[in-house]
């Protein structure tokens, strides 16, 4: 079972508009990441935040990570049709040793020109 | 440097047999973690490879199995094939640098698994 929920499943937007998606865990962890795949093809690492940290920029991407409430969100600002596609968060549990990555459900975005 | 490879691409089984997916990782990396996906249950681990030896391992049935080499490429083997192992099987590399608790995965383009 994924230990991750992300909200919303499906997020419609036009070019230029902001797009936030959430990510709730359960256990304690290492990092959280977050990734983005297009239709159908591996994945793509986004962005790192460890645990101590609260926020993280990247270019367009904003992280948030509250490790008081489990949760991260994912802020993309000024979208792109290029940024349609799924994205996931993923959680690197504290813990265990070497790589055992637990996904979320994933937010399919779509970014309408 | 060359991305992580993964083949075949596609594949079309039927139930009962087995099938091998070889994954070849980023030059350097010596940990190669396999996942499954499918539009019901997501992305589920499978297991990871460290310098030849399974280091982690998934929820899955002993049907699942894989194995890593001394040039750090990995298999994955499915035996006895059913319906429900059709998915998208994913290969991810990464350096395992843990004292920066860093554990960045850099994923294949997939294999395609469809069982009949």
């Known amino acids: 079972s994924q230990q991750g929920e992300e909200d919303p499943q499906a997020l419609s937007i036009q070019e230029g508009e902001n797009a936030t998606m959430n990510c709730s865990y359960k256990?304690?962890?290492?990092?959280l990441q977050w990734y983005r795949q297009n239709s159908g093809r591996g994945l793509v690492h986004l962005i790192l935040?460890?645990?101590?940290?609260r926020e993280k920029h990247s270019g367009r991407l904003r992280v948030t990570l509250d490790t008081s409430k489990k949760s991260s969100s994912l802020l993309i600002t000024a979208s792109r049709a290029a940024d349609t596609a799924s994205y996931f968060c993923?959680?690197?549990?504290?813990?265990?040793?070497?790589?055992?990555?637990?996904f979320g459900e994933g937010t399919q975005l779509t970014v309408n020109p | 440097k060359a991305g992580v490879t993964q083949t075949p691409r596609y594949l079309i089984k039927t139930r009962g047999q087995q099938v091998t997916l070889s994954c070849s990782p980023i030059?350097?990396?010596?940990?190669v973690s396999w996942y499954q996906q499918t539009p019901g249950q997501g992305l589920q681990f499978l297991f990871e490879?460290?310098?030849?030896?399974?280091?982690n391992k998934g929820n899955f049935p002993g049907r699942f199995s894989g194995r890593q080499f001394s040039n750090s490429r990995s298999e994955m083997n499915v035996s006895t094939l059913e319906l429900g192992d059709s998915a998208l099987y994913l290969c991810?590399?990464?350096?395992?640098?843990?004292?920066?608790?860093?554990?960045?995965?850099?994923f294949g383009a997939g294999t395609r698994l469809s069982v009949l």
């Open positions: 991810a590399s990464s350096t395992d640098d843990r004292g920066l608790f860093k554990n960045i995965q850099y």
């Open positions: 030059s350097g990396h010596r940990s």
């Open positions: 935040i460890r645990s101590n940290e």
């Open positions: 256990t304690s962890i290492n990092n």
């Open positions: 490879y460290f310098s030849e030896t399974q280091r």
């Open positions: 993923a959680t690197d549990a504290w813990g265990t040793s070497g790589s055992r990555l637990t």
